[in-house]
């Protein structure tokens, strides 16, 4: 009697096995599946970044605060600006950064308060690693980051 | 930013709600309940339920979903072959162990080095070694002379010597331009493959030189020579249709089962009625009759799992499969130097060649050849080779999080 | 090694071409377990069908009329009737020791009960049912089985019977035949295990003028032409039966006196290549897969030479038909050009419910309903003054094709006596296929058997 009852249990079991295995596998590829787009989403951005500024003075509540910078980047306390100070003394279009053939510029914008290592800025002027830009009461300092190169090989030395 | 990774606990509990079931169905074959199966199917939930974790922890980055992916394909293999013998399903739960050490080991090796440099040619020898040892110590089963053994295990050096070979390849592809300085390198492969058709391992040698053709073409981009290779493969496999009769039979058999039943036809015959009898939902754990199925631990447990859990899940294993490869090429994609790139390619690549090549066999897609599937299969060599893999491909992932973190968290962000 | 951006296109070139191989071994799996897995199931070589029959009472076999031809006593299977009777069913039975493939096999899912579900299960075992397999109901007609084989008299060949509107067998004799019931210990030593009627394959002879007819209705040829008993095409004599000259013809009258000078010519005239395709609508060279039959494939083929086209034309060269397609060709006639799929499963019973019951299927459209039509005329002709008088059956009408298909044993040149037909009749739609292999011509012993056994079935 108990052969018959492992009989009917195991073949009424498949539905079970089909629907258990099933579900791992879907939840395998969404969950697989998303974390695979945000991350992308996000080391995109991060591969796109040119270098950073680090908020070193000028308002608490942005201290340490770091703020990529890519290619080209409108500098203003505007949302629409692509780095955005959010500070009264932040004009909306207060700067741009770019760079240009490998050098990184700042440009300042109509007459704003912009200064490099403590000496007003009133032409585009290259910025480098180290270097402490304000605009307005904020004070920054930039990192760039080195050009990429591929990882040598053992036997290249 | 941060990047939150995502946890896979529902996975590992659904996971849980397979296995135990399974094992508990097991433990009530023989009539009465056997307390003992339930422990073998604890064992093996808080046994990946630990690995898991305890890989989440040491290694921060590690591919969380190729690992998963492994795990499912091991579990449904232990299920099987304990339900056609237990001791071979606790010899393979040993083999696991071990190999989950070799994974381990591999991983670290990768962390910390970049590529072997001059070590590469001591690998090449040691890979012909590896492979000719077979010549003389071999033993022949099932026509081919690649096993070893050793006493109380035997070992099949031709699956590490796979392992060697894409770690060879991947040096030599990565640290070479020209044409000509390939030269040793497509002379190595050559007697490889050579030294597998001489004796008679012709799975092995076809996975080699279709692992070859593919980091190759990825490697390179040269179409057309990789497609003279494509053809030189081809014109080998017909000469050695011409030239061996063992070869003949195959295709042989493939073309029409029926009519050279005793001649070789009945395990694909077998193989095909245990996939009719299980139709898309199976006929039930432990009422197919796998007993007459040749080789039904290893190379054909697929026709197994076809019969017992039928066709849809059959498909299922395939898309598992389907979904490591997928997630072992974008890890390939995101490496950071193209030395570990190609190695996990190589290896991705591989476990995708092994499983088309045996479950197109199984179905009577592509003749017949034999090899393991990567992980299901009952074998100590093949789940040693598969964990090594395994390993290696981790190893990247691991590698890649990690450059990953450090760029995110220059940014100011961080990886949760 | 210098490219990334290249390196990261060939490994998604190589991720595409995985994806396409897996989608590649997916779909096989599926499909081919699906569209065959039957066929994989039901063989002789399935230890699982002796294993089922170890511990299930098999079910039984009942023919259309209820009269119950196999049955399961004391764990062996018994049969209906004498010796002569099970000889007469044995290709359609098939045997329960996995020598010869018929309904035991092909149907055994039905006779072990592996088709229930889970809840059909349970209540099985609740109400001790569950050690019994289903009953089935065959379409096959016993008695006029038996008559058939009486009536063929130990000679080598086959009789098929069917109803062409359903696609129904009615009848399938194959002789020799074997005893069901002993075969598991004495296993016959000559061929009485091939089942003539599904697996012998025959050069066709005349009875491929219907095809040949059918393709000259439809391109709108018909040729006048003066048989002088014998002709060259291309350096290949055709010669018509017995040297006879039958003088000026057309395509009826060449049809109904089997001219084989003037359909070589007509065959030519028609072209190889169009001769194939129709010879392809027919179902030549069609790997067939029906569920309740294993039919074996036609052959047809033509080459660059006229020659083989004339001969191919009229039934020889490499040509070759099954009993089985000769009656399908026969009744498809009949019904517009609608060839049915031949059914041989009725129903399936358990207990007294019917749970399965046959659907007519469709096999093919050979040719449109005018020229079958036309066809039909020729084959009524055929019969009532031409080669088929001998077919003839009181009180109907009766309408046919004979054939004499040559072939070479030993280095004789022998003949196959053929006679294919069908009569009208909505309450009798039968389509008959008659040989007798090596016997001679088609008129003498094809066609007065086939008039007699449609007599029987219509009584």
Aim: charged share 20%; aromatic share 10%; net charge neutral.
């Amino acid at each position: 009697m108990s052969s018959e009852i492992y009989q009917t249990v195991a073949f009424g079991m498949r539905y079970w096995f089909i629907l258990i295995i099933g579900l791992m596998l879907l939840t395998l590829i969404l969950v697989s599946r998303s974390e695979y787009r945000e991350r992308k989403a996000v080391m995109g951005e991060v591969g796109q970044y040119i270098g950073y500024l680090e908020i070193i003075g000028g308002a608490d509540d942005v201290l340490g605060e770091r703020i990529g910078i890519m290619k080209e980047n409108l500098v203003g306390n505007s949302r629409s600006a692509d780095i955005v100070i959010a500070d009264p003394s932040v004009h909306k279009n207060h700067a741009m950064i770019n760079r240009k053939k490998g050098r990184v510029m700042l440009i300042p914008l109509n007459g704003s308060d912009t200064k490099i290592n403590g000496r007003k800025a009133t032409h585009p002027h290259e910025i480098f690693t180290g270097d402490t830009v304000s605009f307005g009461e904020i004070e920054a300092s930039v990192y760039i980051k080195p050009q990429e190169e591929e990882e040598p090989h053992d036997d290249q030395a | 930013m941060t990047i939150k990774r995502k946890g896979a606990t529902s996975i590992l509990f659904l996971q849980l709600l397979f296995i135990l079931p399974a094992f508990g169905l097991l433990s009530l074959r023989d009539g009465k309940f056997d307390i003992m199966t339930l422990v073998a199917g604890g064992v093996l939930v808080f046994y990946n339920l630990f690995q898991y974790n305890m890989m989440k922890v040491s290694f921060k980055h590690i591919d969380r979903f190729v690992l998963l992916a492994a795990q499912f394909l091991w579990s449904l293999g232990l299920v099987v072959l304990y339900r056609l013998d237990p001791e071979l399903a606790l010899k393979q739960f040993v083999c696991l162990l071990i190999g989950t050490l070799a994974m381990i080991v591999m991983m670290v090796l990768i962390r910390r080095s970049r590529d072997f440099g001059r070590l590469n040619w001591v690998f090449m020898g040691l890979t012909l070694l590896l492979l000719a040892s077979t010549l003389v110590l071999g033993r022949t089963t099932g026509g081919a002379k690649n096993w070893i053994d050793l006493g109380f295990i035997s070992v099949q050096p031709s699956e590490f010597a796979k392992i060697l070979f894409i770690v060879v390849s991947a040096y030599f592809l990565t640290t070479r331009d020209k044409l000509v300085s390939f030269i040793p390198y497509m002379f190595f492969t050559a007697v490889c493959v050579m030294l597998l058709v001489v004796e008679k391992d012709l799975g092995a040698a076809l996975l080699i030189s279709g692992t070859f053709l593919i980091m190759f073409y990825a490697a390179t981009g040269r179409t057309w020579l990789t497609l003279l290779g494509v053809g030189i493969l081809g014109g080998g496999a017909f000469a050695s249709y011409k030239l061996f009769s063992h070869v003949r039979t195959r295709v042989e058999v493939w073309q029409d089962p029926w009519s050279v039943y005793q001649d070789g036809g009945y395990q694909i015959v077998q193989g095909l009625m245990a996939l009719a009898s299980g139709g898309l939902l199976g006929v039930g754990l432990g009422r197919g009759m796998p007993e007459v199925i040749p080789v039904r631990s290893s190379d054909y447990i697929f026709a197994v799992i076809g019969e017992e859990f039928g066709i849809i899940i059959g498909i299922f294993v395939i898309i598992f499969y389907l979904v490591f490869i997928v997630r072992g090429i974008l890890i390939a994609l995101d490496a950071r130097s193209t030395y570990d790139a190609l190695l996990v390619f190589g290896c991705t690549a591989m476990l995708s060649l092994q499983s088309f090549i045996i479950i197109g066999g199984v179905i009577k897609l592509i003749p017949l050849t034999g090899i393991t599937m990567p992980f299901v299969s009952y074998g100590g060599s093949s789940i040693l080779a598969s964990m090594i893999q395994l390993g290696i491909i981790e190893g990247v992932a691991v590698k890649n999080g990690k450059a990953d973190e450090a760029a995110l968290e220059m940014m100011g962000g961080e990886m949760r | 090694m210098k490219d990334t951006q290249k390196f990261k296109r060939h490994v998604r070139v190589c991720m595409g071409i995985f994806i396409t191989l897996f989608a590649v071994l997916i779909v096989y799996l599926g499909y081919s377990v699906l569209m065959y897995g039957e066929k994989w199931f039901a063989t002789p070589y399935n230890p699982r069908l002796h294993s089922a029959a170890e511990s299930i009472i098999a079910g039984s076999i009942y023919d259309r009329n209820g009269n119950r031809m196999v049955w399961t006593e004391d764990g062996s299977r018994q049969y209906a009737g004498n010796a002569d009777t099970r000889r007469a069913l044995s290709h359609v039975l098939g045997d329960a020791y996995g020598k010869s493939v018929g309904a035991e096999t092909i149907f055994a899912k039905y006779l072990y009960g592996m088709d229930k579900d889970i809840l059909e299960r349970i209540k099985d075992i609740g109400t001790g049912q569950d050690k019994n397999g289903n009953d089935i109901s065959l379409t096959i007609d016993s008695e006029l089985c038996e008559y058939i084989y009486d009536q063929m008299g130990g000679k080598k060949g086959s009789v098929v019977l069917l109803n062409y509107k359903t696609g129904e067998i009615l009848a399938s004799v194959s002789l020799p035949a074997f005893d069901p019931q002993t075969v598991g210990k004495d296993t016959p030593e000559d061929t009485s295990l091939v089942d003539r009627a599904t697996m012998g394959r025959y050069p066709p002879g005349s009875v491929m003028k219907i095809m040949t007819a059918a393709a000259a209705v439809e391109e709108g040829i018909d040729i006048k032409y003066t048989c002088t008993g014998e002709d060259i095409i291309e350096g290949q004599k055709v010669t018509c039966a017995g040297g006879t000259a039958h003088g000026e013809l057309t395509l009826e009258s060449a049809f109904t006196k089997s001219c084989n000078t003037y359909f070589a010519n007509l065959a030519v005239k028609i072209g190889g290549q169009r001769l194939l395709q129709e010879a392809s609508k027919f179902g030549f060279n069609k790997e067939w897969n029906f569920s309740d039959i294993n039919l074996y494939r036609s052959n047809f083929e033509v080459s660059e030479e006229e020659g083989d086209v004339a001969w191919a034309g009229i039934g020889q060269y490499n040509d070759l038909i099954t009993p089985m397609h000769a009656a399908m060709i026969a009744g498809a006639i009949a019904n517009d050009g609608v060839m049915m799929e031949p059914k041989l499963l009725k129903s399936v019973d358990f207990n007294g419910y019917t749970q399965f019951n046959y659907t007519p299927a469709k096999a093919g459209q050979v040719t449109d309903a005018a020229t079958a039509r036309t066809i039909k005329k020729y084959m009524m002709e055929v019969v009532k003054s031409g080669t088929g008088t001998s077919a003839a059956v009181k009180g109907t009408t009766m309408y046919g094709k004979t054939g004499t298909a040559e072939f070479v044993e030993d280095g004789e040149v022998k003949n196959h006596s053929w006679f294919v037909g069908f009569i009208e009749d909505s309450a009798h739609p039968y389509a008959i296929a008659v040989i007798f292999e090596g016997a001679g011509y088609g008129s003498r012993y094809a066609a007065p058997m086939a008039g007699k056994v449609m007599a029987r079935a219509i009584r």
